[in-house]
């Protein structure tokens, strides 16, 4: 089983230093993040392939998906896709909130969920969207299960936990920055 891990949060640009090879810090996204020592960071290239490998029951979604992807803040996965068993993930997005300036994350998420329910025949929600903290930030959490189908006919078995985290200018200032999660 694979496990995906996304965040979204609300930033424009982001600046990137590294203090260790098994850091990955952004100054403008207040985000950090250590890896385990046997992991890789994956680069934007590595990631659009990945997408572009993948098999959905919305064909029009997936290219669209493919065509305006954005590059991930950060990637990091325990082996080199495509990898025939369990290879844990976890994926950073920042995206713009735009109409969604202000929103709840719970609401957020709860937006999410009808489209992301087509795009798998098996899409189980395991956890609702539901309230959290990150740093001390308003967030939400859900957790879904499905099947990854790719172009060569293998399906992987997959369980995707989501947080959204709106912050960034339009959201105020941060109550705490995200420094770090392990």
């Known amino acids: 089983?694979?496990?995906?891990?996304?965040?979204?949060?609300?930033?424009?640009?982001t600046q990137v230093i590294a203090s260790s090879p098994n850091r990955f810090e952004s100054i403008t996204a207040e985000f950090s993040v250590v890896k385990p020592d046997e992991w890789q960071f994956a680069t934007a290239e590595q990631n659009l392939e990945n997408l572009k490998r993948m098999e959905m029951n919305d064909k029009d979604f997936h290219k669209a998906m493919v065509k305006y992807a954005t590059t991930p803040l950060v990637v990091i996965m325990k082996y080199p896709e495509p990898f025939d068993d369990l290879n844990p993930s976890f994926k950073v997005n920042i995206k713009p909130l735009?109409?969604?300036?202000?929103?709840?994350?719970?609401?957020?998420?709860?937006?999410?969920?009808?489209?992301?329910?087509?795009?798998?025949?098996?899409?189980?929600?395991?956890?609702?969207?539901?309230?959290?903290?990150?740093?001390?930030?308003?967030?939400?959490?859900?957790?879904?299960?499905?099947?990854m189908k790719i172009q060569d006919g293998r399906v992987f078995p997959t369980t995707s936990e989501m947080w959204i985290v709106p912050r960034g200018q339009e959201q105020g200032k941060m109550k705490k920055p995200?420094?770090?999660?392990?």
């Not at 709860?110 to 329910?117: A, D, E, G, Q, R």
């Open 1 to 13: 089983m694979r496990i995906f891990i996304v965040i979204f949060g609300l930033i424009i640009s």
């Open 98 to 147: 735009g109409r969604l300036k202000g929103a709840d994350p719970k609401k957020i998420l709860k937006l999410f969920l009808p489209k992301i329910s087509k795009m798998f025949e098996d899409f189980e929600l395991i956890q609702a969207p539901k309230d959290t903290k990150v740093s001390g930030n308003d967030a939400a959490y859900m957790r879904i299960n499905y099947s």
């Open 178 to 182: 995200i420094q770090e999660l392990k």
